[in-house]
């Protein structure tokens, strides 16, 4: 669901805010308490979920929830490392396209002999979250929560070059010119000499604010950055999805797409990949270098920030040839097999994954809840709080996509993150990059 970008950006140091590695899964306390260990790697999240721990506690009280927070990077290298010794925590936060690989290896407790004999109601989440968590008749989790992608921009910047919000919200783009969307970049884009790049005077090697910051490091799923816009030109990760085994990389409508990303930079309306700045898009456009990026509903509050909100906003992503598109993602909570107390963790996944927490996380209004009741209780406290966020909540009941659920996630993302990287830089040519890495990804299937 999130790319490393997306959740190391604003967390460039880990942050473990309890016992050391080597301790992980959870113990016999005296008196035959049980202490689970949980992991996440949302900083935002965790106090939410600390309510839900305490919750927890204060209903089972022989049960306690420790909770190890760590930043998104060294999380998932933290993972494999315990799960290779053999001591991993016994609840963790898992993502749609990491956790094939633990399943693979028989590192996921199938929880669905759990939920027929509790008879968990599977109806009250988003649809099509739950069915991302299955493969082959086994279940390795229940919907935590849902995400959807936005244009944000900051409306200061687009105001000065004459751009109403308001002409945001019907953007319509295509590979071959850009639309509307690329001529809002355009005037957008502004050089040392306060010309934009509609101007034939326009000196794309001095440029001072970039009409659209594309993402780059964003691994075989585009999702923060080239997604959006391949799926509004056609293109689909695999022949089905989840668990596909051809991917479709080769595909004429990425090329087309990734073609169109590299001449918006060649115009100067884009930064360089090679000169990109080492700040995070998010601080770039708050801080008025950039026009427009791709969001996640993720990064809501930190766009909506009170210091901030004023001179940003979130409109939905332009509409392309085949329609308006938006991935549609969500984590779960995944239960270790080698664990000691499954039924202690069953329990404390369930209650993850109830209306009790799940309406104790939509208080704090950092993301949407999978279950429906409390992710409209989110959106309600967004409004009240004078935060529009229609565009993620449209773009949920609309046209969306998975991202890909496959065997061999993690290693076709530097396979094809380096291709288009080469083919951004003009390295490669775009469509003999893509079929390379085309051809690579396929061969970890035979």
Partial sequence: ??????????????????????????????????????????????????????????????????????????????????????????????????????????????????????????????????????????????????????????????????????????????????????????????????????????????????????????????????????????????????????YNYDDPKLAETIGWFKRLIDKGYAPRLDKQSSVANSELIIAGKGAMTVAGSWTILTFMDEKVKQQLAFTPVPAGPSGRKSSINGLSDSIWAGGEHPEQAWKWVKFLASADCQDRVAQRAVVFPAITSASQKVEAAHQAAGRDVHAFTAAAKKDTFLLPVTEHGTELNPIVQDAIQSAILGDTPVGAALKDANDKVNALFK
């Fill in 1 to 246: 669901m999130r790319s490393t970008r997306r959740r190391a950006g604003a967390l460039l140091l880990s942050l473990a805010l309890t016992a050391p590695l080597a301790a992980c899964s959870g113990g016999d306390d005296a008196g035959g308490a049980t202490t689970l260990d949980y992991w996440l790697w949302d900083d935002r999240q965790l106090p939410a979920y600390q309510d839900c721990a305490d919750a927890f506690h204060a209903a089972n009280p022989d049960v306690t929830i420790k909770i190890t927070q760590t930043a998104w990077a060294q999380y998932w290298q933290n993972l494999t490392t315990q799960l290779a010794s053999g001591d991993a925590p016994d609840v963790w936060t898992n993502q749609s396209t990491y956790y094939p690989q633990f399943a693979t290896q028989n590192q996921l407790l199938d929880i669905d002999p759990f939920v027929k004999r509790d008879n968990v109601d599977l109806t009250v989440y988003q649809p099509g979250l739950s069915e991302v968590w299955v493969k082959d008749g086994k279940r390795y989790g229940l919907p935590k929560d849902w995400d959807t992608m936005a244009l944000v921009v900051n409306t200061g910047v687009l105001g000065k070059r004459g751009v109403d919000p308001a002409q945001l919200e019907n953007l319509t783009w295509n590979p071959a010119d850009g639309g509307t969307f690329e001529q809002v970049i355009a005037k957008a884009t502004v050089d040392a000499n306060g010309r934009n790049g509609l101007d034939p005077a326009f000196d794309k090697n001095s440029v001072q604010v970039y009409g659209f910051l594309p993402e780059w490091a964003d691994g075989a799923n585009g999702q923060n950055g080239w997604a959006v816009f391949a799926a509004a030109n056609g293109f689909s990760y695999l022949d089905k999805n989840p668990w596909g085994t051809h």
